[in-house]
């Protein structure tokens, strides 16, 4: 065989072997991809992963849904139900089960356990946060069909009021430090994985942005149409009538599906059916049905998985940003409700502080009433005894309104909704309450900040945001390279139909009356595998940007972007060193404020004690005994305060080291499916007595305008 044959077989064959080629590409690219890339900068040295929380166990059967999103509806046995809506079910207004328990004789007997444990429950901050969880599958399916994430909420929900975290000053409840993220209610606005504008300064605009995907979920397009068309025609020369009547019907049909490699694949299979009263024709009716099978790989641009895996790898990124979050929400909830218990527990302490002060006023009141009427005292006493009563009235009735609102916000807190009428009028009676005498336990703070720097959710969500920009980066950086895509494709037609009856002129290339013999279309779809009439070739189409601004800029962003983030995590692990220093600090404040409470409590009681003896034996006035006796309540009062302030400066250390959730034995799986399996328990707490469990006994004060409150009995004690 000759040269020239060698090369002629080898241009006919070439087209199949890139078309086995490509198939095995495309086969390739649906069974394997690689992993995620690792961050990497040649410039900047690497940032050393922390260790994180464990990656999400995507389990059979979920507990935070009854569904599992990041997978599709079946097409067997019912294929039509991926056109079908998907129902999700409505959401659980009904409180759980937990605080029926709770509730005896009309009253809600509150642990600080109970309240974490029914927090988890029903608390609708985290129930809102917990559809994000679902929100973020949603995600993973739409990827893997070559979508763009639509992206995932990346802020708190803080829609319960009271009981704010944040720093605790010493002598005082301090500012809230970690309020919504975003402009929106519960930092709804800000987004993760979406286009956007970023927040807190940084920008993201770029993320996600890379050469276009083909859609790998495959597509079936197709078209059938009738048609009966009359055309005049201006001659006779090729009809051989004036008026050419025609019957038309086509039946096309395409099936297109992309791969992670860059490769399409597309095979198009059209029919038509033609008939008419043309006299030239020598087939009326024709049937001819074609096929071409095309694949297309790019070469340059949109070339390998590093671009065409981005959506699907930043949906799992944003996927364990969910996670993070919704572990963020629980340490920062569960926070807050012990600042509120704490906060009801010095309602109630208080109420009693400013009893004990009315009762003594009075006392004060009645003796010196009978010793104005027996002429040892002046009547101006009197009137400063009574004076006194009525600052003590005023001051008990602002405990028992600041009463009612701590209760208020300890049931709204744990509760979806308070429509039973029992609950809603139920006092909640707090079975903890605060412990004076709790020895200083705090670790050096060098451990703390690395015990934080490990376990904050703050910081292993920026890391994957971080590797969310260098997936990004790399896409980009693939956008510029210009468009070479190579393709083949293999094809066949087919002809068949009867001979035309009105084809009869034999000068002008009519065949005889039976000398082609009928066809239909099963003979003509045979002859399209049999190579009679095959349509095979290859090509390359190029595209080269001659400026390439657009890709230029958009790459330069992106790194821009990336540097920016970097920076954002430096700054965010500093930032929790100096909040976990803060809340250090804070601790030892407030435990000598605590301290040197107590101290003066107890000499604001002896002094008071030592004027009323001084005054029994005529060595004291009344005017000294109310002023020592209001000392004592002002000491009481600045000891429930700085008792209430070093629990909350205990929780909010807990919370900057994010040890909440291990202190307190919390489960998160618990947590997502919104049913306490496993009880939450709160160290260092002190149980009150249970003799002493109803609300404090306080007779009403009549008030104009103002309807006085029901009798309650007293509060549990604090130890003294």
């Known amino acids: 065989m000759s040269a020239s044959k060698y090369f002629d077989t080898a241009i006919r064959k070439a087209p199949f072997w890139l078309l086995a080629i490509l198939l095995a590409s495309a086969s390739f690219a649906q069974t394997a991809a690689p992993p995620a890339p690792q961050a990497s900068s040649p410039n900047i040295v690497p940032l050393t992963p922390l260790p994180q929380a464990p990656a999400p166990q995507h389990k059979e059967t979920l507990l935070y849904s009854d569904q599992d999103y990041t997978k599709g509806k079946k097409q067997f046995p019912n294929f039509w139900s991926v056109w079908t809506v998907r129902v999700v079910p409505p959401p659980n207004v009904t409180n759980s089960a937990h605080i029926d328990q709770l509730i005896q004789d009309g009253k809600m007997l509150l642990a600080i356990d109970d309240a974490v444990a029914m927090a988890l429950e029903n608390n609708l901050d985290i129930a809102i946060q917990r559809y994000n969880l679902s929100i973020a599958d949603t995600d993973l399916l739409r990827t893997s069909s070559g979508a763009v994430a639509l992206g995932v909420n990346a802020g708190l929900v803080q ?107 597309t095979l198009a299979f059209n029919n038509s059916r033609v008939s008419s009263n043309s006299l030239f024709n020598t087939l009326s009716p024709t049937v001819t049905p074609s096929f071409r099978f095309q694949l297309r790989q790019h070469l340059l641009q949109g070339f390998g998985f590093d671009p065409n895996l981005r959506y699907i790898r930043i949906a799992k990124n944003n996927r364990e940003i969910t996670d993070f979050t919704f572990r963020n929400q629980i340490i920062t909830t569960v926070s807050q409700i012990e600042n509120i218990y704490w ?59 600041n009463l009612q609102l701590e209760q208020l916000l300890m049931k709204n807190a744990i509760t979806r909704n308070m429509a039973d009428p029992i609950l809603a009028v139920a006092p909640v009676i707090p079975t903890d309450t605060l412990n004076i005498n709790e020895p200083y336990e705090v670790r050096p703070v060098e451990e703390l900040v690395h015990e934080a720097l490990q376990h904050r959710p703050e910081i292993a969500t920026a890391r994957l945001t971080l590797t969310n920009s260098l997936i990004t980066r790399k896409s980009i950086k693939n956008q510029l390279l210009p468009v070479v895509d190579v393709y083949a494709f293999y094809g066949a037609s087919a002809l068949s139909g009867d001979q035309n009856p009105l084809c009869t002129d034999v000068n002008r290339g009519c065949p005889p009356p039976g000398t082609i013999p009928p066809t239909g279309y099963s003979d003509a779809f045979a002859n399209l595998f049999n190579s009679t009439a095959p349509d095979k070739g290859v090509g390359v189409n190029i595209s080269i940007p001659i400026r390439n601004r657009q890709t230029q800029a958009d790459n330069v962003r992106s790194e821009l972007e990336y540097r920016q983030a970097q920076l954002s995590l430096l700054q965010t692990e500093n930032t929790i060193a100096l909040q976990v220093r803060q809340a250090q600090f804070a601790l030892q404040q407030n435990y000598v404020a605590l301290q040197a409470a107590v101290a003066a409590r107890d000499y604001a009681a002896q002094s008071l004690d030592a004027e009323q003896k001084k005054l029994r034996m005529g060595a004291s006035t009344t005017t000294l005994v109310l002023q020592a006796s209001s000392n004592l309540t002002q000491a009481e009062s600045n000891v429930l305060v700085a008792a209430t302030n070093y629990e909350k400066s205990k929780v909010q250390l807990d919370l900057s080291t994010a040890e909440t959730l291990t202190r307190l034995g919390i489960s998160l799986p618990d947590a997502e499916a919104g049913k306490v399996n496993h009880p939450p328990k709160v160290s260092g707490v002190v149980p009150a007595s249970t003799s002493d469990l109803t609300t404090p006994n306080v007779a009403p004060i009549e008030v104009p305008g103002v309807t006085p409150p029901k009798p309650q009995s007293p509060p549990p004690q604090p130890p003294r």
């Not at 000053?169 to 929106?184: E, F, I, K, Q």
């Not at 006023?361 to 003796?367: G, H, K, N």
């Not at 009197?382 to 309104?401: C, F, P, R």
Request: hydrophobic fraction near 30%.
């Open 159 to 265: 829609g319960t009021p009271g009981g704010t975290t944040g720093t605790t000053s010493a002598g005082g409840t301090g500012s809230s430090s970690t309020g919504p993220t975003g402009g929106g209610v519960g930092g709804t606005t800000i987004g993760v994985g979406g286009a956007g504008a970023g927040a807190a300064g940084i920008v993201a605009s770029t993320q996600g942005e890379g050469p276009p995907l083909d859609d790998y979920d495959p597509v079936i397009t197709g078209t059938v149409s009738v048609e009966r068309a009359t055309t005049p025609e201006a001659n006779t020369v090729f009809t051989g009538t004036s008026t050419l009547k025609q019957n038309a019907t086509t039946g096309d049909f395409l099936y297109t599906q992309g791969f992670s490699t860059g490769t399409l694949m």
């Open 343 to 401: 906060d009801l527990v010095n309602a109630y302490e208080n109420v009693n502080v400013q009893q004990r002060a009315l009762e003594l006023a009075e006392r004060t009141l009645s003796d010196n009433q009978k010793q104005v009427q027996a002429g040892t005292l002046a009547p101006l006493t009197e009137v400063q005894s009574q004076s006194a009563v009525a600052t003590a009235k005023q001051n008990l009735i602002a405990a028992q309104v």
